[in-house]
């Protein structure tokens, strides 16, 4: 049972994944219902990491990210373990309403949940994006590039998306620049990301466009 008093700091975090969209259109839900749960979405592997499904152990990554005021700052702020295991249902839920949703990401050569990178396509998004985080202690050394290039390449050769984009904070600098380096562009573009947030819609690379960059065949 919810209690009272988790309700307000909760709908924050909720509002950053789920935000309220006032500059586009709402538009209907698509998917292919509860069916995507039965068929999770296949791995990923790169140079360094593997994207794959969740698992129940990994909640304890998603738990320290959203422990950590940094990095939370930029998806809803804080939250405590109870809050955090909501957020981590809203992300397998993604799996069951959209057949898609965030990937686990982890480091191949530890074996350790990092952080999660993905499709994302929740009610209230102006668009279908690739969204990122990861543990502070493993920014800075290329992993999340790694892993957006990766997720922008499986979303537009298995998904068939035709365009995404990355909703990012105005004052992330750190994550604007790894959007830069996946070849996304900014063009002025914006939405309420949160009360009190304004989001940049940085737009990636065209599938021909992406391929042409990373080299990557038909």
């Known amino acids: 049972m919810a209690h009272r008093e988790d309700f307000p700091a909760c709908r924050a975090a909720a509002l950053a994944v789920f935000p309220v969209c006032r500059a586009f259109p709402a538009r209907k839900s698509e998917g292919p219902g509860v069916s995507g749960f039965l068929t999770p979405s296949p791995d990923i592997e790169t140079e360094r990491l593997r994207l794959r499904g969740w698992r129940e152990s990994d909640f304890e990554t998603i738990a320290a990210i959203y422990a950590d005021p940094d990095t939370a700052a930029y998806i809803g702020g804080v939250q405590d373990r109870r809050q955090s295991w909501r957020i981590f249902a809203a992300m397998l839920g993604h799996q069951s309403l959209r057949g898609y949703t965030f990937y686990a990401v982890e480091r191949k050569d530890t074996g350790e949940t ?91 690379l065209s599938p021909a466009q992406f391929r042409e960059r990373f080299n990557v065949a038909a």
């Open 114 to 204: 990092i952080g999660w990178c993905g499709p994302w396509y929740p009610e209230g998004r102006p668009e279908p994006e690739i969204g990122y985080s990861l543990l502070k202690a493993h920014q800075g050394h290329g992993f999340a590039l790694e892993a957006v290039t990766a997720a922008v390449r499986d979303s537009y050769d298995r998904l068939g998306w035709e365009t995404a984009i990355s909703a990012i904070a105005e004052d992330n600098a750190a994550s604007q620049k790894i959007a830069k380096q996946a070849g996304a562009t900014w063009n002025g573009e914006t939405f309420s990301l949160m009360p009190g947030h304004t989001g940049q819609i940085w737009r990636h």
